[in-house]
């Protein structure tokens, strides 16, 4: 051990660990999951109708629905520093924060401006959140457990999504059904009725505030402290984690890891060590561009394009969030038992044939299908094949929710060494949202200029790329602590 961590004495600490305390932690950190996915997936409902409220150009549709991914980029390239140089807890607060105040001034922006901005702090959260959240659970969690409340974090997110889009359905059948309550007139029948995208926003502060309160209850990471110095702190959070023996061994591991790292992002790059950084970033670029942002943000209008209604497409949404969700719990439940790579790489290989399913069936009833030069949805699916393809896409979600949707937020807190796993993992998140943005972007007008089936053909491709560049670089980390981990990119002869 290190000369500054003198061990407490061991009467002081609990013999025995709580699993209680482990999981309330995990369960409070996941939270910024839920606001992640809930930040992410209520747009999707508001996007008419905030263009019909401020008369908005094609130019200023397009920043309205991207605005947010540039406060994604942001956060997550500032959150691994700041997460490292004050900790873990107080840059969550942070985002806890910055997703209530963007819920507000989304739902009583007085100018389309502030709409933008409030956006674009929810986009830091969501940055912030989507660094430190897993990075936090990753830290606490005994090797034997990680991989189930790592994944906690992805079902959170999926929790999130579906609570986005079943208060988006739920909101606009009430100010459908109900459009003289609140006396036809006053803040509430604006926001709740008449402008009712204002209440989706706002629905958003509900978790916020919570996430922010409990925050306050749980302790620092003790791989953070231990790094900072405060061995004593650390080793007591330990302990009441998984008890004293395991608490002073992990410990005595923590402290040599320690001694062997510089602390500075340079080290990423050194043989063994750069490995990881690409297996990282590979991990976030092929997550992105597996064609879930199809799903996500153009859901709804593929949806309305295959013959459903307006009210009935955001349920039918539901329902894909349904099956994510089903399916995230599923991936929890084994991943651990299975391990990353089986989930990784057959989940991976089975999106492949969805996606080229899917392509074929565009291909042959729904060639007519494809973006107008303002991004806007026109055409419609053969009423034969459009069944079809909802069904092949429900089995494309549940296959992405099982795989890499579940093992990302696993592997990339993990498989980075101690001193400088804030700024690494902010590196390959950072990468996630370049990449969530870019494929946003270039999606409709790859479409327009090719054809819808030619989109999910390419995303395929890429899927199959992923499954091969996983099945030769990523390894195993089931059942594994942290510093073993490190210790495998580090051994001799690693690249």
């Known amino acids: 051990m290190s000369a500054d961590f003198q061990p407490a004495p061991t009467t002081a600490l609990p013999l025995r ?13 996941s939270l910024g999951g839920f606001l992640f996915g809930f930040d992410t997936a209520v747009i999707s409902g508001t996007v008419e109708r905030v263009v019909q409220q401020y008369q908005l150009s094609d130019y200023l549709k397009g920043w309205f629905t991207s605005s947010a991914l540039v406060g994604c980029i942001a956060g997550a390239a500032a959150a691994g520093a700041l997460g ?14 910055f997703f209530f105040a963007s819920a507000l001034y989304s739902c009583i922006p007085p100018n389309f401006t502030v709409l933008i901005a409030a956006r674009i702090l929810g986009g830091l959260g969501v940055g912030m959140a989507s660094v430190l959240a897993p990075m936090f659970i990753s830290e606490f969690a005994p090797p034997r457990w990680r991989g189930r409340l790592v994944a906690f974090y992805q079902l959170s997110i999926v929790l999130g999504i579906l609570g986005a889009y079943l208060s988006n359905y739920l ?8 459009p003289a309550v609140f006396g036809g007139q006053g803040r509430l029948h604006e926001v709740m009725i008449a402008e009712v995208w204002r209440g989706m926003f706002g629905a958003e502060m509900i978790p916020a505030a919570g ?11 003790p791989r953070w402290l231990a790094q900072k110095g405060r061995g004593d702190r650390a080793l007591g959070i330990l302990a009441r984690i998984v008890g004293r023996d395991d608490a002073q061994r992990q410990m005595a591991e923590i402290q040599t890891a320690l001694g062997r790292e510089e602390g500075r992002f340079r080290e990423l790059f050194k043989p063994g060590l750069r490995l990881a950084l690409l297996v990282g970033v590979m991990l976030s670029v092929f997550g992105q561009f597996s064609g879930v942002n199809i799903i996500i943000y153009y859901g709804p209008e593929i949806l309305k394009a295959a013959g459903y209604r307006d009210a009935t497409a955001l349920l039918v949404q539901v329902g894909i969030g349904i099956i994510n969700l089903v399916f995230t719990v599923l991936a929890l439940m084994v991943i651990d038992r299975w391990g990353r790579r089986p989930l990784l790489i057959k989940g991976m290989a089975a999106v492949t044939v969805c996606l080229v399913v899917i392509g074929a069936l565009f291909f042959f009833g729904g060639s007519r299908l494809s973006f107008t030069a303002n991004n806007e949805l026109q055409g419609t699916v053969s009423a034969a094949l459009g069944p079809a393809i909802l069904v092949v896409l429900c089995a494309y979600m549940a296959c992405l929710a099982f795989s890499i949707c579940a093992v990302i937020w696993v592997l990339t807190p993990e498989i980075f060494p101690n001193r400088i796993r804030g700024r690494a993992a902010s590196a390959a998140t950072f990468a996630n949202w370049s990449a969530n943005a870019f494929s946003a972007y270039i999606f409709p007008t790859f479409v327009r200029q090719c054809g819808m089936y030619s ?14 560049f996983f099945w030769k670089f990523v390894p195993e980390t089931k059942g594994k602590s942290l510093e073993e981990i490190e210790r495998h990119w580090t051994a001799p002869g690693a690249p």
């Not at 660990?17 to 995990?26: A, F, K, N, T």
């Not at 900790?87 to 985002?95: E, N």
């Not at 909101?171 to 109900?178: A, G, I, P, R």
């Open 84 to 97: 490292d140089r004050f900790g873990r807890k107080p840059i969550l607060l942070v985002a806890a924060a």
């Open 211 to 221: 996430f922010f309160l409990l925050l306050l209850h749980v302790p620092e990471s």
């Open 455 to 468: 989109g999910f053909f390419t995303a395929g491709a890429i899927c199959l790329v992923a499954t091969l």
């Open 17 to 29: 660990g709580s699993v209680r305390y482990l999981i309330g932690i995990c369960l409070v950190a």
């Open 171 to 178: 909101l606009l059948s009430f100010s459908t059904s109900s």
